[in-house]
């Protein structure tokens, strides 16, 4: 009879080990390659954008793919915030002179190209993407962590709306505007914002105070918990108020929405909360 001759227990259980530590040492590296891979891709994508922006602005030289409303935005396939291999970015430096090393794109964000005002330049959006005018930004304040990470939230004064019927242009109803690297907080309820105007008569944010609120980029952010309660007030009828708080102020309601107050109010005056009926409150939307 034959001796059956196998490995021992403690044989295999040495192999398997082996297995698992190359298996360990592989995968980060094939995954490196392969989030390299999708950035080759989205640069490439970048780059024939690019090339046809560029043809069109030589043909025509009229503001041309503006947030990528003619050829489409470019839906990136990386999975990681930022460029993960320099050398993308330093391709696209090549072409657009304004990026820089804090413009970079997100995970499953979008990018596009455009030509606006004489200059062809690489766009960027999405919930992890860095813009230089996030920077003076506090962004571990509750308020503005919302605020940023929701695509089209805050609006460049040069992004307003324009009504397809007349050509007009007005500012969208409780929308930030960024305007010479300060935010703008536009107080009004109505759909067509603060009326149309012709280019020759539109003022920007900054100009036009009775409609603005100039925001702080650390606003302090109010719940109901911070409230006074005082039945000896008239002016409160036993409701919960607010005094002495600015313009600009943000307050968050128990569903979560974020509210910002319209004008001052001094030591002696009566700031009741939004879902009491106060006008002076606007609702952030998104």
């Excluded at 640069?43 to 922006?53: D, G, L, P, W």
């Excluded at 030289?61 to 990681?80: A, P, S, W, Y």
């Excluded at 596009?112 to 004489?118: I, R, T």
């Excluded at 036009?208 to 409160?236: C, G, K, Q, V, Y």
Aim: glycine share 8%; charged share 25%.
């Amino acid at each position: 009879m034959r001796d059956v001759k196998g490995f021992t227990l403690a044989e295999l259980l040495i192999v398997v080990a082996i297995i698992a530590v190359l298996t360990g040492v592989s995968l980060p590296v094939f995954n490196g390659q392969l989030e390299k891979s999708r950035e080759a891709t989205d640069a490439a994508n970048i780059r024939s954008q690019y090339a046809e922006v560029l043809a069109e602005a030589i043909s025509n030289d009229k503001d041309f793919n503006i947030d990528g409303k003619d050829l489409g935005v470019i839906n990136l396939k990386q999975t990681k915030n930022n460029w993960q291999d320099s050398q993308f970015l330093e391709s696209l430096k090549s072409l657009d002179k304004t990026l820089t090393d804090s413009i970079q794109p997100s995970a499953k964000g979008t990018a596009w190209v455009e030509y606006k005002d004489g200059v062809v330049s690489i766009k960027f959006a999405g919930e992890g993407t860095n813009s230089v005018k996030w920077q003076n930004i506090d962004l571990n304040n509750r308020f503005w962590a919302d605020a940023v990470n929701k695509e089209g939230t805050i609006l460049e004064y040069d992004s307003i709306t324009v009504d397809p019927n007349n050509g007009l242009k007005f500012y969208k109803p409780c929308h930030i505007y960024e305007d010479g690297g300060k935010y703008y907080f536009f107080k009004s309820d109505k759909p067509d914002g603060s009326g149309l105007w012709p280019d020759d008569q539109l003022k920007k944010p900054g100009e036009m105070p009775n409609r603005f609120i100039e925001m702080s980029t650390n606003p302090t952010i109010l719940t109901e918990a911070d409230a006074i309660i005082n039945p000896n007030n008239p002016w409160s009828n036993g409701l919960p108020y607010f005094t002495n708080i600015p313009p600009g102020t943000i307050y968050q309601d128990d569903n979560g929405d974020y509210w910002i107050l319209g004008r001052n109010y001094d030591s002696k005056a009566t700031c009741k909360l939004p879902q009491d009926g106060n006008k002076d409150w606007f609702r952030f939307s998104y």
